[in-house]
């Protein structure tokens, strides 16, 4: 493998280099991370969504009810479902976090990350087994060895970066305590595999004990950080870290890169839009013994009796689509991810996630009646808990105001109302149409239906509803919107992509 010879020192933290430079590292073997991490984030976002497909394709027979058994074997899956996808989205923030350490890479590098791609799309697998064998050791131990592989060959990065100071971040690259750095970095890469070392234990005689330590693995950040905090009120304040060992800390509370959020999150609702239409395909097709037998050879009829299924696929269509666009104009407003928001953020993709499976409920209504109640409680469940995270996370960063968002929405900002209007719509439809099954449940069916073609409706009318209630209250109560500080107008007209009818900033 060629090897770089010299740093260069023009890099950033982030490692980009003008462009000048940018032949000399090719000359020198080293090569910009930026496609790589491309890729992977493509391929993670994938892995993680197709860990919904065993969920979406649980056999039912027609001569089956939806009684507590069948819900008892959904409800299995799906917590084992986003037990896995959240484990999936601590190996992607921990590689966001390897690569803000290791600037530049070259081929052995390159090859090392296809190595741990390679581990990583073997998951779906294990989880498949997982599911079908929930008691069964084998399927948990195969899962467990993927993240140990997985750990390994990233501490093999570590290892391999810090063997060649010029691939690392500047920053540490300079720093004088680059050895206990890697220690540090080590450690923490290590925690999550060692976890899953006990687990892969526990599962050859108590499987349950497997499942809770897998599931502390995704929350190991917020233990590790509680017990640092009850070892300080017990103990005191231990001795300060060495500067710059703490910089990287693969701590999920902290920020990760905005760009490498929204590309993750993108992945994640373009491969669930994806998904949708595979079962069309798949099982929409009419076979051309059966429209000659059936449909006395007219095509067109044999589609017409797999209408049902269309319209549930559209309907699913519509969700996906708006739930991304409510995501993407929250994060146009967004200047920065901050903690909390990161894990909202992906409560609310492990239920995007979960949308197939939403569709394979909708589209056996014609099929099998008498199921339909439970099926849009579970669907109604399903688009609340994904469209509930964004609310929260919009709330979480109303919270934080001028660190986290851009001055028109915040309290008292010209888009506030409208954005706290489009986020709050999939929760509130949702709710409401669960709450009517309760009390109609004959029309469940058409309730749900109704609330799918009423929700996009109301997106395209959203703006000028929110603009006559708020012409409304200050008619009757004389509300208004405060104006906006010198400061908040300038930071209000740098601000790209406000949407349409964004109030113009006041002059200072």
Known sequence: MSRPQ???????????????????????????????????????????????????????????????????????????????????TVAWAAHTRLFQVVAKIDDTLALLNLACMMTITFLPFTFSLMVTFPEVPLGILLFCVCVIAIGAVQALIVLYAFRFPHLLSPQIARSAHRALCRRHILRIVLRGPALCFAAAGFSLFFYPASYLLMATVVFLP???????????????????????????????QEPLSKERVEAFSDGVYAIVATLLILDICENNVPDP???????????????????????????????????????HSLFLHVRKATQAMGLLNTLSLAFVGGLPLAYQQTSAFARRPRDELERVRVSCAIIFFASVFQLAMWTTALLHGADALRPSVRFGGGEHAFMLAKLALYPCASLLAFACTCFLSGFSAAIFHATQIAVPS???????????????LRTLRGVSWPAPSAGDAQDAARAPLLPAGAPAPASA
Not at 309 to 326: E, I, K, N, P, Q
């Open 6 to 88: 010299t740093p260069d020192p023009a890099l950033d933290a982030q490692g980009d280099s003008p462009t000048g430079s940018r032949d000399e590292d090719t000359a020198d073997g080293t090569q910009h991370s930026h496609r790589m991490l491309n890729f992977s984030d493509a391929l993670l976002s994938i892995i993680a969504t197709v860990m919904i497909l065993p969920v979406t394709h649980t056999e039912i027979s027609p001569e089956q009810q939806f009684d507590r058994s069948i819900q008892k074997l959904l409800a299995t899956r799906i917590a084992v479902y986003l037990m896995t996808f959240l484990i999936v």
């Open 222 to 252: 917020y233990v590790s950080k509680a017990a640092s905090w009850c070892r300080g009120r017990l103990m005191g304040p231990g001795e300060p870290p060495v500067p710059g060992v703490e910089v990287f800390t693969f701590d999920l």
């Open 289 to 327: 013994k059966d429209v000659a037998e059936r449909f006395q050879g007219s095509l067109l009829a044999a589609l017409r009796a797999s209408g049902p299924r269309f319209l549930a696929y559209f309907g699913s269509f519509a969700t996906v689509g708006l739930l991304w666009f409510a995501h």
């Open 458 to 472: 109301a997106f395209l009318l959203l703006r000028l509803l929110v603009r006559l209630a708020l012409g409304l």
